[in-house]
Nanobody, 125 residues
Framework: QVQPVESGGGLVQAGDSLRLSCTSS????????MAWFRQAPGKEREFVAA???????YYADSLRARFTISRLNSKNTVDLQINSLKPDDTAVYYC???????????????????WGQGTQVTVSS
């Protein structure tokens, strides 16, 4: 089974850019729909972006301008590029995988069966 593993988080300043990566320590991700979620302390998990196995992308409307999700199946990775980071972007960012993709539920956490441990992104002002 696919086992997502995130990397690339850290402490950055507002206005910086950051690239998070997700790979799998188990089955390759190439035939999975992949997504990024984030969760700040005391807040609910928030959908960030998703990408199908064919490369079609979906974004939370409020984040679309600054976030880019991409996949490189040859490297077994799904990346999340974040530009112009804001303090409100501070959260644990999670990578998730699903064997199916639903246009109804793709932006809900329950749609995804496999989750990484998360990588912390902290944005200082």
């Amino acid at each position: 089974q696919v086992q997502p593993v995130e990397s690339g988080g850290g402490l950055v300043q507002a206005g910086d850019s950051l690239r998070l990566s997700c790979t799998s320590s188990g089955r390759a991700i190439d035939r999975y729909a992949m997504a990024w979620f984030r969760q700040a302390p005391g807040k609910e998990r928030e959908f960030v972006a998703a990408i199908t196995w064919t490369g079609t992308t979906y974004y939370a409307d409020s984040l679309r301008a600054r976030f880019t999700i991409s996949r490189l199946n040859s490297k077994n990775t799904v990346d999340l590029q974040i530009n112009s980071l804001k303090p409100d972007d501070t959260a644990v960012y999670y990578c998730a995988a699903s064997e199916v993709f639903s246009l109804v539920y793709y932006n809900q956490g329950g749609h995804y069966d496999y989750w990484g441990q998360g990588t912390q992104v902290t944005v200082s002002s």
